[in-house]
């Protein structure tokens, strides 16, 4: 692990200001404490109980952050262990919680190999680190040994087809730049890509922009020692012989064929999502949330009265203002379009979603009975689940 680290002594990934902390917070998936619920709790979570989180390979701490500020902004308790091996990242990591006076936040400095030496924890981020293990496997089964009974892991791994063109350049660079020092590899390795013939397939390929965006991010995708992706049976393979089972993928509209063709019937699910990813072919990422194989669970669904929804990325009151006009808005999650298709009669249960009623309260104060309420809600959580805008927490719930 020795290059990685050093990689990561030089340029901390992600690139971050700390000052930037005071005008904005990074969110995103895995990790927001709605999906956390959602995924690995179904939605019912006792919010009395701290929540113990490892961020394993917690880089420049954008999950670190997240969960931190939303705990706190939500007044629950959390104690939150922050693993990596730079210490470069690590200072960036610090300083950024320092900016939002967050407490309670303990930083350790090493490999997450040795997760559960620090403890038992109720969910566990791991983002964009087990790909670059020099044995994935061994990693998956690491955080397994830290992961306390009834709780999760949040991850990222890499995917190959929305990567295309990466993996050609890093092996090259790999044995043209060997024994160098990262910052001669950088220089040389931008040289080397600003002068790419125009059908060269990295230059092809409009998925890929963290070479642009900082020296860090060039470095991360080019230029990794370490590095490997997972297309959709490869990932689920590794979670089931580690120990793990996949409890869910924060954008399952990605991984939708009935999305782009009708599916033969003779398909299993695992085996649908494949094909999805290969028709689609853009994507380079899976972020998805686990559970101890032997505890193997999906979503929150509806159904149950006393789950609360919440909606993420679209305003209540909006999205039923254009659903009573029998509109099909245009909502927009992580890349990916969606033109719901609501009835009518749904407009006033989603304008009284606020994060804190349950379902039953919202069809009471709707007027609308139990049978109908299921009718109605069940469309609105089939298409904003599937695309990752509805999601059920009880966290801001007291009482």
Known sequence: ?????????????????????????????????????????GGARDWSRPLRVLVAGGGTGDALIQVAQQMADAGRAAEITYLDLSTAARRVAEARAQVRGLKGIRFVTGSLMEAAD??????????????????????FRA?????????????????????????????????????QPPEARLKAARKLVAGLPEGHPFRCNPNLGDHKDSDAGFYDLLLHSQDRAFDVPALVAMLEQTGWALAGLAMPALYDLGRITEPPGHLGPVERMALAEKLTGTIKTHVGYAVRGAEARGPAKGGKPALVPHLKGVRATELARAVAQGQRPVLRMGGVEARPDLPRGAAPLIAAVDGRRNLAEIGRQAGIDAIALASLWAPVERQLGNHGLLHYSTILRRG
């Open 118 to 139: 620090l403890g038992e924890f109720d969910y566990i981020d791991c983002c964009g680190v087990l790909h670059h293990l020099p044995d994935p496997a061994a990693g």
């Open 1 to 41: 692990m020795s290059e990685v680290r050093a990689q990561y002594e030089a340029y901390p990934y992600p690139e971050r200001n700390p000052e930037d902390e005071r005008k904005r917070l990074v969110t995103g998936s895995p990790s927001h404490v709605l999906e956390i619920d959602h995924f690995i709790y």
């Open 143 to 179: 955080l397994l040994a830290a992961l306390a009974p009834g709780g999760g892991m949040g991850f990222m791994v890499y995917a190959p087809y929305g990567r295309s063109g990466v993996y050609p350049l890093q092996e090259a660079f790999g044995q043209l730049l060997k024994g």
